[in-house]
C-alpha cells in the first residue's frame, strides 16, 4: 500500500509504503515477518508550518497529487516515480532514499493573500469534478476554475457565489456526474445551504444563478434558534438536477438531509455523534457514511436513517482526514501522528504508520496486496477465523433445517399411511 501524507508541523508531503498487517506501535512478529516499512519526505524545500498543505487530493484521470497551501498556492504533484517504485530493482538503495518522488509539475503562487486574521480570506475545499476540472472555492464566495491541471500554472477563471456582507462559506461541494458538474453546494456558520449554477466559463459576464435555497429548522419547544453551522455537504448518490437531494453535516454532531422536490426545510435532522461532538469530515464509502470528529470518533453511518453501523476504532484525538480507496479501504489521520487504513467490510486496522508528525490529509495512492495476495493477509487472521466460523454456523444451520425438513416429511407419510388402512376397515365395518 502507498500513501501520501501532509505534514502540518512542516508543510512537507511524506510517502508511505507499507504491507497489509504493519504496525509500528507494537514489536515486529518474527513467526510473520513483513517487509520494513518505507517513509520518505518530499517537497520539504521552502515550506514550512506557515506554508502547511490545507486539502490534498488525486486526480482519477492522471493520478497526480494536487493540493492547497496556507500561503494561497495550488501546486500538482507527478505520482508516476511512486507508483513505479517496485519496478525499479536496478537503483542503488542510497539513491532510492534520495531520489525526490514527488516532483512538482506545475504551480501557481499566492492565489489569494496569505491570512494575516481570523477573518481572513482562506480555501474551504479543492475538488477535481468529474471531468477533470479543478475548482479551488474560498471563504469569501470566490470559486476558482481551471478546466485540467495541466493548466493551473496558468491563471484561472473567477465565478463569485452570492453571499451576504457577513456570511462566509466552510464547506462546498460540487454535484456528480459530468452533466451536472455546473452546480454546486454551499454553507457555513450563518449561512445556510444554497445551490447554484455555475456560469458557463465560455461567457463572461454571466452570474451564478441560485437554483436552490434552504430554510432553517424550526425553532426548539423553548422557541431557540437552531444553529446552521455547516461543517460538510455531500450529494446523496440519487441526487439529480430535478430533484436535489443532499446530506449536510453541522458543528453540532447533526445530519441533516435535505430534498428540493419536497420543500426548502430538512426532511430530517438527526444527531449522529455522542456530546454534540463537531463533525470534522464526511465522505462517502461504498452506499454508506463515514463521518469523524475531534474526539477520535469514526462512525459508518446508514443514511437512510443517521443510525450508527458500526465504528472504526483505534482512534485517539483529533480526527482530521478521511479517504475512500475504491470503497473497499478507509484512510484517516490526525492529531496522533498515526496513518491507519481500515478494511471496509471487517473493520480490522490492516495498516498504521507513525509518521511522526500531525496530519490533516492523506490519499492512499495505490494498493496491489488486495490483488495479490491472499485473504488472510489482506482482512487478518481474526477477521478470517471469524468469517469461517459464520460460514461454518450457517452450514450447520442449512443442514439442521433440511434436517427438520425430512424428518417432518417422514411423520407425515406415516401418519398417511397409517390413516388409509384405517379407513378401509371403517367402510367394510359400515357396509
Same mark, same amino acid.
Given at each position: 500500500m502507498k500513501i501520501v501524507v501532509a505534514c502540518e508541523d512542516t508543510g512537507a508531503l511524506k510517502v508511505i509504503c507499507a504491507q497489509h498487517g504493519t504496525d509500528t506501535s507494537k514489536p515486529v512478529d518474527e513467526s510473520n515477518p513483513l517487509a520494513p516499512v518505507k517513509i520518505s519526505t518530499h517537497a520539504e524545500k521552502d515550506n514550512s508550518r506557515k506554508t502547511r498543505v490545507l486539502h490534498l487530493v488525486q486526480s482519477q484521470i492522471t493520478k497526480n497529487i494536487i493540493v492547497t497551501r496556507l500561503d494561497g498556492s495550488i501546486q500538482v504533484y507527478? !505520482? =508516476?516515480?511512486?507508483?513505479?517504485?517496485?519496478?525499479?530493482?536496478s537503483k542503488k538503495k542510497d539513491d532510492e532514499e534520495t531520489e525526490e518522488l514527488l516532483p512538482q509539475l506545475y504551480q501557481y503562487k499566492q492565489l489569494i493573500e496569505p491570512p494575516t486574521s481570523s477573518n481572513?480570506?482562506?480555501f474551504v475545499n479543492l475538488i477535481v469534478d468529474d471531468i477533470g476540472r479543478v475548482l479551488v472555492p474560498t471563504s469569501k464566495g470566490n470559486?476558482?476554475?481551471? !478546466? =485540467?491541471?495541466?493548466?493551473?500554472?496558468?491563471?484561472?477563471?473567477l465565478c463569485k457565489v452570492p453571499l451576504a456582507k457577513d456570511e462566509i462559506i466552510e464547506a462546498f461541494q460540487v454535484h456528480h456526474g459530468a452533466e451536472n458538474i455546473d452546480y454546486v453546494a454551499y454553507g457555513g456558520k450563518e449561512t445556510d445551504l444554497r445551490i447554484v449554477?455555475?456560469?458557463s466559463l465560455k461567457k463572461k459576464g454571466e452570474e451564478a444563478e441560485v437554483v436552490f435555497k434552504a430554510k432553517n429548522m424550526s425553532n426548539t419547544r423553548?422557541?431557540?434558534?437552531v444553529p446552521v453551522h455547516i461543517k460538510n455537504i455531500l450529494f446523496a448518490k440519487d441526487s439529480s438536477t430535478n430533484a436535489f437531494k443532499l446530506y449536510t453535516f453541522t458543528a453540532v454532531g447533526d445530519m441533516r438531509y435535505y430534498d428540493s422536490a419536497a420543500g426548502r426545510k430538512p426532511r430530517s435532522s438527526v444527531l449522529i455523534l455522542p456530546k454534540k461532538a463537531p463533525i470534522t469530515k464526511a465522505i462517502w464509502l461504498g452506499n454508506h457514511l463515514v463521518v469523524c470528529d475531534n474526539r477520535g470518533t469514526v462512525v459508518k453511518v446508514e443514511p437512510s436513517t443517521g443510525s450508527q453501523i458500526c465504528q472504526f476504532k483505534g482512534q485517539i484525538g483529533s480526527i482530521q482526514a478521511l479517504y475512500n480507496f475504491n470503497g473497499?479501504?478507509?484512510?484517516t489521520s490526525g492529531s496522533d501522528r498515526y496513518v491507519r487504513a481500515y478494511n471496509n467490510e471487517t473493520r480490522d486496522c490492516i495498516v498504521k504508520v507513525f509518521i511522526g508528525t500531525q496530519s490533516n490529509a492523506l490519499a492512499i495512492i495505490e494498493d496491489n496486496e488486495s490483488l495479490k495476495r491472499h485473504k488472510a493477509n489482506i482482512i487478518g487472521d481474526t477477521a478470517l477465523e471469524a468469517i469461517k466460523k459464520k460460514e461454518a454456523w450457517e452450514e450447520k444451520k442449512l443442514q439442521e433445517q433440511e434436517e427438520e425438513e425430512s424428518d417432518e416429511e417422514e411423520l407425515w407419510s406415516k401418519l398417511e399411511s397409517s390413516i388409509t388402512p384405517r379407513r378401509k376397515r371403517r367402510k367394510l365395518t359400515l357396509a
Open positions: 507527478d !505520482t =508516476s516515480k511512486v507508483l513505479n517504485q517496485d519496478q525499479k530493482s481572513s480570506e482562506t470559486v476558482f476554475i481551471w !478546466t =485540467s491541471e495541466e493548466k493551473i500554472a496558468q491563471k484561472p477563471h449554477k455555475l456560469p423553548l422557541e431557540l434558534r473497499t479501504i478507509l484512510g
